[in-house]
T-cell receptor
């Protein structure tokens, strides 16, 4: 009965490849997010979707393309992977109000070699 | 723009010591404030929150008070345990174009020795 689940947990790939990370939430939330956590643990928001619509896009390279087929799913596709894309990517969801906390998945550790 | 600044770690304490992790923020609106905790290999979990000035959030012995006059939300615990070893993140949620955005501090790693 995991609330926010993302797959895969680990992803090792070579530069130039294309990869996807999937995320699903069963909390009934309207809003979902992707965050990137670098090696120093710094968390930065990448995208936010509300009811399948993109509402926040934080100057992320065009190689990153989120897709939300329905409000319970938010996937992240990355084209032409670069070394600097190595990080842990977290999916999160919330009810979308200013006082509602984020519920995080356990992260996908992406390593680009 | 909005930002969150928290004390650099790592913080190393002995079991039963008093913990303070400082957090200050800047915001254009009237944000809600949060502390999250991250254990190794896991995502962040909400520890506590406060949504208006002078509110005190508390959970599992941790406390933080929303101080608007000093724009601070310091985390405290009277007696830490080894199991409290983790990374702690201060965060704020504020209005952004199209919705709301949560911004995190850089995180403070806590080590508690037995």
């Amino acid at each position: 009965d995991t609330a926010v689940s993302q797959t895969p947990k680990y992803l090792v790939t070579q530069m130039g490849n294309d990869k996807s990370i999937k995320c699903e939430q069963n909390l009934g939330h309207d809003t979902m997010y992707w965050y990137k956590q670098d090696s120093k643990k710094f968390l930065k928001i990448m995208f936010s979707y509300n009811n399948k619509e993109l509402i926040i896009n934080e100057t992320v390279p065009n190689r990153f393309s989120p897709k939300s087929p329905d409000k319970a799913h938010l996937n992240l596709h990355i084209n032409s992977l670069e070394l600097g894309d190595s990080a842990v990517y977290f999916c999160a969801s919330s009810s979308g109000t200013v006082d509602s906390p984020l519920h995080f998945g356990n992260g996908t550790r992406l390593t680009v070699t | 723009g909005d930002s969150v600044t928290q004390m650099e770690g790592p913080v190393t304490l002995s079991e039963e010591a008093f913990l303070t992790i400082n957090c200050t923020y800047t915001a254009t609106g009237y944000p809600s404030l949060f502390w999250y905790v991250q254990y190794p290999g896991e995502g962040l979990q909400l520890l506590l929150k406060a949504t208006k000035a002078d509110d005190k959030g508390s959970n599992k012995g941790f406390e933080a008070t929303y101080r608007k006059e000093t724009t601070s939300f310091h985390l405290e615990k009277g007696s830490v345990q080894v199991s409290d070893s983790a990374v702690y993140f201060c965060a704020l949620s504020d209005r952004a174009t199209g919705g709301f955005k949560t911004i995190f501090g850089a995180g403070t790693r806590l080590f508690v020795k037995a």
